[in-house]
């Protein structure tokens, strides 16, 4: 499994777990160059443009997933990707959040 960042990370100065890292195009290329040496992708996603980029790449798992919805999990659904993302929230991922949306513009 080779794991790409589709979106910033949380604690990181340099990006924001808002912002899409890669374009879908990117992300295909990616998951079609894995598929050569035999290898999904899995995409470190925190904001919704990742975690909706990556299913439609072709991306097999979501990891974080912390602004998931109805929306992305139906096109994830649609897609056949699954996600790591805990099935009950830790005062860890609720603090992540929190810090996302502290983050983006009109939340
Ligand atoms: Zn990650």
């Known amino acids: 499994m080779i794991k790409v960042c589709a979106s910033g990370g949380v604690p990181s100065v340099i ?7 890669f374009t879908v195009r990117e992300l295909r290329t990616i998951v079609e160059v894995a ?4 290898r999904g992708v899995a995409a470190h996603c925190h904001g919704k443009a990742g975690i909706m980029a990556a299913p439609e790449a072709g991306v097999l798992t979501i990891e974080h997933g912390s602004h998931l919805d109805d929306e992305a ?13 805990p099935r009950r929230r830790s005062s860890v991922s609720t603090e992540l959040s ?3 949306r502290s983050r983006t513009p009109g939340a």
């Open 15 to 21: 990006d924001d777990p808002n912002h899409q890292e």
């Open 35 to 38: 598929g050569l040496a035999e």
């Open 73 to 85: 999990c139906a096109a994830m659904s649609e897609a056949g990707s699954t996600s790591t993302r």
């Open 98 to 100: 929190a810090r996302i």
